[in-house]
């Protein structure tokens, strides 16, 4: 059965979000460890097509998390908002940007390809 429009959107999307961790990994856009904070994931998101409220990146990101594709660093600071996201590809994650493995809902698929 076809996926809806709305399904293989959010697959795009959250492909794009790798894409966006994986590239900024390799171009040195990340902080130490690897990190890339959420405001600068938001903007090439942004500049891709992908305007996304914080609400709709957080809810990506938790889909990215929960398949052990992305993983969240939350980190305190001493500025007006008490905690600062930040995010970083897996191996698993890098796998699945560069097609080398499936992961369900991510990816760039035809609309009658099943997970």
């Given at each position: 059965?076809?996926?809806?429009?709305?399904?293989?959107?959010?697959?795009?999307?959250?492909?794009?979000?790798?894409?966006?961790?994986?590239?900024?990994?390799?171009?040195?856009?990340?902080?130490?460890?690897?990190?890339?904070?959420?405001?600068?994931?938001?903007?090439?998101?942004?500049?891709?097509?992908?305007?996304?409220?914080?609400?709709?990146?957080?809810?990506?990101?938790a889909y990215l998390g929960d398949t052990e594709i992305a993983c969240l660093e939350r980190k305190k600071t001493g500025e007006s908002a008490p905690y600062r996201y930040e995010y970083k590809i897996t191996a698993k994650g890098v796998r699945a940007v560069t097609y080398e493995e499936k992961v369900p809902g991510v990816g760039i698929y035809s609309a009658e390809e099943e997970d």
């Open positions: 059965m076809p996926r809806s429009l709305k399904h293989l959107h959010a697959q795009q999307i959250r492909w794009n979000i790798l894409a966006v961790l994986h590239e900024g990994r390799k171009s040195g856009d990340v902080r130490k460890g690897g990190y890339l904070a959420f405001e600068v994931l938001r903007m090439h998101l942004d500049v891709l097509g992908h305007p996304l409220s914080e609400t709709e990146l957080h809810d990506y990101l």
